[in-house]
C-alpha cells in the first residue's frame, strides 16, 4: 500500500529537549515536504527536499533542520523545541513536477511545554 | 496581501445544492493549483488539480482556473453531508521556486 509514515504521532515534550519525527514513503517520490498547521494560519511550509541531498527552506524554517540521506525518509529534526512548535506536523511525498499532486501523511500531533 | 487567500467560512450548502468555493493568489508566476479536502483532525487528500485556463471537471467536482484573474474556483455538485470539511487551495512554483503556498482553507456545511 502506497503510503506516507510518520512517527510518533503524538508527542508531549519539554523546552530544550531535541526531538526528531520521522518521515517514511514507499511510493519512490523525489520531492518530500515537511508542514506545520496551526489554528487561523493554515498549512505553512517548513522545509522541502527535491531528491537525496537537496533540501530548501519553506516560509517558516527557523527552529527547524531537516535531511534527506535516503530518497524514501526525510526527517524533520528540532535541535532545542520551544512552546511555539507546538503544532500539528504533515509529511508529504509527490514525485517532482508541477502537476503532481502530494500524498500527506497522518500527522503527528507536538507539544511542547 | 496573502499568497494565496480563501474566505475561511463557515460556507453553509443545502443539501443537493452546489457548493463554490473560491482562492485567490498574489504571485502570477505559480504553475499549478491544487484543491484538497481536510475532515477535522485527519490529513489533507487530495480533490482536483489544476494547471491550464479554464474548467476541469472529475465527477461532482469541477475547478476553475482563471490566471488573467489570478482566481481558482472549486463547484461541488450535488452537495452531501460527507462533503462537509475544510477544503484547503495551494498553490506550487511561487516565485520560480519548488514551494507549496496554501491557503488558511474554507470550512464547508452541507446542511441534510
Known amino acids: 500500500e502506497a503510503q506516507v509514515t510518520q512517527n510518533p504521532r503524538y508527542l508531549i515534550t519539554v523546552t530544550g529537549k531535541k526531538l526528531t519525527v520521522t518521515c517514511s514513503q514507499n511510493?519512490?517520490?523525489?520531492?518530500m515536504s515537511w508542514y506545520r498547521q496551526d489554528p487561523g494560519l493554515g498549512l505553512r511550509q517548513i522545509y522541502y527536499?527535491?531528491?537525496?541531498?537537496?533540501?530548501d527552506k519553506g516560509d517558516v524554517p527557523e527552529g527547524y533542520k531537516v535531511s534527506r540521506k535516503e530518497k524514501r525518509n526525510f526527517p524533520l529534526i528540532l535541535e532545542s523545541p520551544s512552546p511555539n512548535q507546538t503544532s500539528l506536523y504533515f509529511c508529504?511525498?509527490?514525485?517532482?513536477?508541477?502537476?503532481?499532486?502530494?500524498?500527506f501523511g497522518d500527522g503527528t500531533r507536538l507539544s511542547i511545554l | 496581501q496573502k499568497e494565496v487567500e480563501q474566505n475561511s467560512g463557515p460556507l453553509s450548502v443545502p443539501e443537493g445544492a452546489i457548493a463554490s468555493l473560491n482562492c485567490t493568489y498574489s504571485?502570477?508566476?505559480?504553475?499549478?493549483f491544487f484543491w484538497y479536502r481536510q475532515y477535522s483532525g485527519k490529513s489533507p487528500e487530495l480533490i482536483m488539480f489544476?494547471?491550464?485556463?479554464g474548467d476541469k471537471e472529475d465527477g461532482r467536482f469541477t475547478a476553475q482556473l482563471n490566471k488573467a484573474s489570478q482566481y481558482v474556483s472549486l463547484l461541488i455538485r450535488d452537495s452531501q453531508p460527507s462533503d462537509s470539511a475544510t477544503y484547503l487551495c495551494?498553490?506550487?512554483?511561487?516565485?520560480?521556486?519548488?514551494?507549496?503556498?496554501f491557503g488558511t482553507g474554507t470550512r464547508l456545511k452541507v446542511l441534510a
Open positions: 508529504a511525498s509527490s514525485q517532482t513536477g508541477a502537476t503532481q499532486p502530494q500524498h
Open positions: 511510493m519512490n517520490h523525489e520531492y
Open positions: 527536499s527535491m531528491n537525496v541531498e537537496v533540501t
Open positions: 504571485d502570477r508566476g505559480s504553475q499549478s
Open positions: 489544476i494547471y491550464s485556463n
Open positions: 495551494a498553490c506550487w512554483g511561487t516565485s520560480g521556486t519548488y514551494k507549496y503556498i
